[in-house]
Nanobody, 116 residues
Framework: QVQLVESGGGLVQPGGSLRLSCAAS????????MGWYRQAPGKERELVAI?????ITNSADSVKGRFTISRDKNTVYLQMNSLKPEDTAVYYC????????????WGHGTQVTVSS
């Protein structure tokens, strides 16, 4: 059984910063990639940023220059700076993990609210 546990969400004022963490646990052989998605009310879930096992990253145009994804072993981080109200959403961690086979796992999500 593999699970992802997110932490670090909360309420922040516009222009502020938050750091999200997501730790993978269980019988993990290797992790191909880890990433963050978000879903705002009434909108579809969208990719925020992703990082491969080799450290290659990609992020949505809307967060480039403000958000940074990084990874340390089985934990992925999302440093969010210069937050805007439109960044308000539930942020979900996602990973493609090799156990006996390759599985895609989602976290339960953490709420990020940007408001004055």
């Amino acid at each position: 059984q593999v699970q992802l546990v997110e932490s670090g969400g909360g309420l922040v004022q516009p222009g502020g910063s938050l750091r999200l963490s997501c730790a993978a646990s269980g019988s993990i052989f290797s992790i191909n990639f880890m990433g963050w998605y978000r879903q705002a009310p009434g909108k579809e879930r969208e990719l925020v940023a992703i990082i491969t096992s080799g450290g290659i990253t990609n992020s949505a145009d809307s967060v480039k220059g403000r958000f940074t994804i990084s990874r340390d072993k089985n934990t992925v981080y999302l440093q969010m700076n210069s937050l805007k109200p439109e960044d308000t959403a539930v942020y979900y961690c996602n990973a493609q993990i090799k156990v006996a086979t390759i599985v895609t796992v989602w976290g339960h999500g953490t709420q990020v609210t940007v408001s004055s």
